[in-house]
T-cell receptor, first 111, second 114 residues
């Protein structure tokens, strides 16, 4: 069965650069969620989209933005990267109020 | 402010025995609780959940118990198998929030020895 696809799986950037992470939800899933998991920390909810509209917002920095496109894939844009942005970024998708299915994550390293 | 706490960073169990993973929470608005399992280099995988109107939910070898008065839940795995070795996250959701807006605990590394 198709799963949540995240790309790239690994990304290395310098401080103050910009990074874009992509998430392709499971087909027919209408909701996408982004989580950030820092080293040794628990996953923190960033933002979610339902039917291409932002549905909820968590601890997402102002330097970050995200959107969901007409094909339901989502992109997380991170600008003015800081060392503390180094983390594993998970995307999850669900259909309506169904359970979340997580992708394998995109590991961002900021040097 | 850690609203969901898993106070045991790790747990080691013999194959065939019971594994008990614990989770405490502080937010009274949480009304739905979930357990996720995570292998290295993979995303969290949903295991089992429980609504605050119940005190027990069972699915095969996995049982989750909820004690609302103590704000405590636990995951029991019986019998434990080596393939259960992974990081287990407890997560909670507050009523009225986005369905997928979960608050996670720090995780417990379970190792099941053959």
């Amino acid at each position: 069965a198709a799963g949540v696809i995240q790309s790239p799986r690994h990304l290395i950037k310098e401080k103050r650069e910009t990074a874009t992470l992509k998430c392709y939800p499971i087909p027919r899933h209408d909701t996408v969620y982004w989580y950030q998991q820092g080293p040794g920390q628990d996953p923190q909810f960033l933002i979610s989209f339902y039917e291409k509209m932002q549905s909820d917002k968590g601890s997402i920095p102002d330097r970050f933005s995200a959107q969901q496109f007409s094909d339901y894939h989502s992109e997380l844009n991170m600008s003015s990267l800081e060392l503390g942005d180094s983390a594993l970024y998970f995307c999850a998708s669900s259909w309506a109020t169904g359970e979340l299915f997580f992708g394998e994550g995109s590991r961002l390293t900021v040097l | 402010d850690q609203q969901v706490k898993q106070n045991s960073p790790s747990l080691s169990v013999q194959e065939g025995r019971i594994s008990i993973l614990n989770c405490d929470y502080t937010n009274s608005m949480f009304d739905y609780f979930l357990w996720y399992k995570k292998y290295p280099a993979e995303g969290p995988t949903f295991l089992i959940s429980i609504s605050s109107i119940k005190d027990k939910n069972e699915d095969g070898r996995f049982t989750v118990f909820l004690n609302k008065s103590a704000k405590h839940l636990s995951l029991h795995i019986v019998p434990s198998q080596p393939g259960d070795s992974a990081v287990y996250f407890c997560a909670a959701r507050a009523g009225g929030t986005s369905y997928g807006k979960l608050t996670f605990g720090q995780g417990t590394i379970l190792t099941v020895h053959p």
